[in-house]
């Protein structure tokens, strides 16, 4: 995707930037868990609806650009200071503030045109995460918790992506979904942070990785265990087969070697084990996908099996009474 920006018109390239086109990372973890809860809502042997996966793309797009956009108009000041964030087209002065906040403008204003493309349920349910929104980027200057509260802004798709296919949330399956994506943001964002620790302090800037300091990888299999354990009572609560329930358990091993392989005083390795997410989020939706296609498998046998068991039944009631009439 850096190709891609690098080959835009050079007026363009900033607001681009601002988006995070050239990091498309970000934007796939804020689009796997909408994809999850659209599968896991899917009718059992069918393919997760088509024009939602396109709509939420679309959307995912939009949401990540305004918020990194609001992310950067609250810390302007403080990402020249930090090494890895002093590019920023805002902090660099590619873009000024007020062409940031009409920048913003226009991209929510799309957002919302894409959902009103949604039921009413999901459209009032997507409106209240703009609250989440725009106040996450305050609470790194105030609490040691950033990462939790992007954990329950990014993640909120978990419960508009079941919406938007049933006009209600079942939340026997989206609260424990959402519960595992907060634990799985929990992880990569943890992450994540390490690679700025150095320079949050000089800054007086608050987050998890300085929180949890040398003790990371502990609370990190704490949340992977949490994670998995939270996807498997979805996956539960909705009938899901065994490629789901296989999907889970590979997503298991991959956090355990992640947590075992990054090096949190190194920030290629840190950058390298976040950007590793991807596949894990494309591991769950395959997971899902697959599993909901074997319900159809398993109902056909189930019905199958009762004919069997029905028929064998009332022949054998029925010998008897043949014997007592002959």
Avoid at 177 to 201: F, P
Avoid at 229 to 243: H, K, R
Avoid at 259 to 276: E, G, H, R, T
């Amino acid at each position: 995707m850096e190709k891609l920006v690098n080959k835009a018109p050079l007026g363009v390239q900033p607001y681009l930037r601002l988006m995070r086109i050239d990091k498309p990372t970000g934007t796939w973890l804020l689009l796997w868990p909408c994809y999850w809860s659209i599968s896991l809502a899917a009718t059992p042997g069918c393919l997760p609806d088509l024009s939602l996966l396109a709509l939420f793309g679309t959307g995912a797009i939009l949401m990540r650009g305004a918020g990194c956009t609001i992310n950067d108009l609250w810390d302007k000041d403080i990402d020249s200071k930090v090494a890895r964030t002093k590019s920023r087209p805002i902090a660099r002065g590619d873009i000024s503030t007020l062409d940031a906040w009409m920048f913003l403008g226009g991209q929510l204003s799309l957002a919302l045109l894409i959902l009103l493309e949604l039921n009413w349920h999901s459209v009032l349910l997507g409106a209240s995460s703009l609250a989440l929104v725009t106040t996450y980027p305050l609470v790194k200057r105030i609490s040691y918790w950033p990462q939790l509260m992007l954990g329950l802004t990014f993640n909120w798709g978990a419960l508009l992506g079941w919406s938007s296919v049933h006009a209600s949330c079942n939340w026997s399956v989206v609260l424990p979904l959402y519960g595992a994506c907060i634990s799985w943001t929990m992880i990569y964002d943890t992450i994540y942070a390490h690679q700025d620790k150095v320079d949050d302090v000089l800054i007086k800037i608050k987050s998890t990785a300085l929180k949890f300091k040398e003790d990371t990888k502990y609370y990190l299999a704490g949340f992977s265990t949490s994670m998995v354990t939270l996807l498997l009572l979805s996956g539960y609560n909705c009938q899901q087969t065994w490629p789901f329930y296989a999907s889970v358990g590979l997503t298991g091993a991959l956090l355990a070697s992640q947590i075992k392989m990054v090096n949190i005083d190194n920030p290629q390795s840190c950058w390298k084990a976040f950007k590793s997410n991807r596949r894990i989020g494309l591991i769950i939706f395959l997971g899902i996908v697959t599993g909901n296609l074997a319900k159809e498998i398993k109902d056909s046998k189930v019905k199958k099996s009762n004919i069997i068991t029905s028929d064998t039944i009332l022949s054998g009631t029925n010998l008897p009474i043949r014997k007592a009439f002959s």
